[in-house]
């Protein structure tokens, strides 16, 4: 299994992104695709899951109502769509495959490359 990340770039706060990842490989209905961020000097924390059917979103408390993750049913693609980006959400953000229906990194099993996302005036 392999995961791209991509879509980071430069926002000012208030902005907006979306991020996607694209995956190949073998993925099975039941693994949940998840966003995770590391920003410097912090360790990587949970943003975002969904099930690889499409069901099931679940999120960080810090993002609830400004991030919307989603998945295309024909596609292998998982997006992150933020909206109202503050300084705070800087960070290279990953996406990731695993077994669980977890926001825990532990519980996933393939990561992508990151992208990253800097909020600033």
């Known amino acids: 299994v392999q995961l791209q990340a991509s879509g980071g770039g430069l926002v000012q706060p208030g902005g907006s992104l979306r991020l996607s990842c694209a995956t190949s490989?073998?993925?099975?209905?039941?693994?949940?695709i998840g966003w995770f961020r590391q920003a410097p000097g912090r360790e990587r924390e949970f943003v975002a899951g969904?099930?690889?059917?499409?069901?099931?979103?679940f999120y960080a408390d810090s993002v609830k109502g400004r991030f919307t993750i989603s998945r295309t049913n024909s596609g292998r693609t998982t997006y992150l769509q933020m909206n109202n980006l503050q300084p705070e959400d800087t960070a290279v953000y990953y996406c990731?495959?695993?077994?669980?229906?977890?926001?825990?990194?532990?519980?996933?099993?393939?990561w992508g490359q990151g992208t990253q996302v800097t909020v600033s005036s």
């Open positions: 969904i099930r690889w059917t499409g069901n099931g979103p």
């Open positions: 490989g073998r993925i099975f209905s039941s693994w949940t």
């Open positions: 990731s495959a695993g077994p669980e229906y977890s926001g825990r990194s532990s519980q996933y099993k393939y």
